[in-house]
């Protein structure tokens, strides 16, 4: 079963169980009676109910199972089941409670969920407390589960022993996990990132550097001022492709960091390389993937003044297309094989190919979904043109402060 299915079949088991719950009390209160027409029968008032309190607790749950997170979550949880009390473990503490009873009850969890916490079963047990006037006289424990296996226990306590709440605390621990789950694929999206992102700063070959370096220094006593100018524009593109924070950027400060890149790579080659921007500025505030069109450029440049003595032109235009901003990048270089491209595309690295444009696709489908990934026209000897369309607003899509 793949995650999607697993997180809809186990949301849909918590959600039909958790009504049923909530229902069967709900019937009692009202004695049987249909509700008013007007606010909804007694399946659809409970079914919002439940929905509404499940929604509340997924958030601080999709940060993951901390001492923060499972108190923020822990009062939902209960109001969800209906239980008298309500805790959640990690493997080796508890990490809340909320309800009665934690004062003498809250010593005795680990030990009451180390057997679900060795084999991952859920299982119920006899509090065997004695005062007289705890209500809690039974327990449920179910595993709370991730991909690297049990990582705590649910724990609801009742005043009497009941089937439904151990298949209700059993099926909302399933829910739970779900989101526990999928905090660690947000946070393995989050590593795929970065690492994607160091993966390009390591594409910044060390000849380009040296090159750039070496043009600078070639104009030191000839062109002092222009010297000046390169190494600012050479601090100012390594300060901005080596920085820490943020996944996102906005499209000026890509296009400003891709200026520097050119004023560098002119540097070196002179009137071989030939650079047209056409920027429309109403799409520069729009925020897209750091480090998203320079590996395009970088592309440009290379295959576009590879074994051509005569130079190449490369235009990079920008514009607005209603919700979304179209940016091209284009050269009438050497072009491309295409089943060269479909690989480079897959992931296949051929000698030479580099991983800007596999990377680059694989953020953008990534980001914005697969209708969006690059747009590639090319042909051996017929340069290449890559179209990028990035949504205008997409949310968790924002610039890092």
Request: with cysteine; proline share 5%; glycine share 8%.
């Amino acid at each position: 079963m793949t995650g999607i299915a697993l997180a809809a079949a186990a949301a849909v088991g918590a959600v039909l169980l958790a009504v049923g719950f909530v229902l069967g009390r709900f019937t009692a209160r009202r004695g049987g009676r249909t509700a008013d027409p007007d606010l909804g029968t007694p399946v659809e008032r409970a079914t919002f109910h439940t929905l509404h309190t499940a929604s509340l607790a997924a958030p601080p749950l999709r940060a993951g199972l901390t001492e923060e997170t499972a108190r923020k979550a822990a009062s939902t949880l209960r109001s969800l089941l209906g239980t008298e009390a309500l805790c959640l473990t990690d493997r080796s503490a508890v990490l809340a409670w909320d309800g009665p009873g934690g004062d003498h009850h809250r010593a005795h969890v680990p030990a009451l969920a180390a057997d679900t916490l060795d084999t991952g079963r859920s299982r119920s047990a006899h509090t065997d407390c004695d005062d007289p006037a705890c209500p809690l006289r039974w327990a449920v424990i179910a595993p709370l589960t991730g991909e690297d296996g049990v990582l705590g226990a649910l724990v609801a306590y009742g005043s009497r022993e009941s089937a439904v709440l151990v298949r209700a605390a059993t099926e909302v621990a399933r829910w739970v996990s779900v989101q526990l789950e999928l905090a660690e694929l947000d946070r393995s999206r989050t590593r795929i990132v970065e690492a994607e992102i160091r993966a390009l700063r390591a594409q910044i070959s060390p000849h380009f550097i040296f090159n750039s370096l070496a043009a600078i220094a070639s104009f030191v006593r000839t062109d002092p001022e222009r010297a000046r100018e390169l190494l600012l524009e050479f601090a100012d593109f390594t300060r901005y492709s080596f920085r820490r924070h943020g996944d996102f950027a906005q499209l000026a400060d890509e296009l400003r960091s891709i200026e520097q890149y050119l004023a560098l790579a002119g540097a070196r080659f002179g009137s071989r390389l030939k650079v047209t921007l056409q920027i429309a500025p109403e799409v520069l505030p729009v925020t897209l993937p750091f480090l998203c069109l320079q590996p395009l450029v970088e592309n440009a440049v290379k295959h576009g003044l590879q074994e051509r003595e005569r130079g190449c032109r490369v235009t990079i235009a920008a514009r607005d297309a209603g919700a979304e901003a179209v940016v091209t990048v284009e050269d009438d270089g050497v072009g491309m094989d295409p089943e060269l491209l479909r690989a480079v595309l897959r992931g296949e690295h051929p000698a030479g190919s580099g991983i800007g444009l596999s990377n680059v696709d694989e953020r953008l489908r990534q980001v914005y979904g697969a209708e969006h990934g690059l747009v590639i026209e090319t042909g051996v000897g017929a340069g290449m043109k890559v179209t990028v369309r990035i949504p205008k607003y997409r949310p968790g899509v924002h610039r890092s402060a």
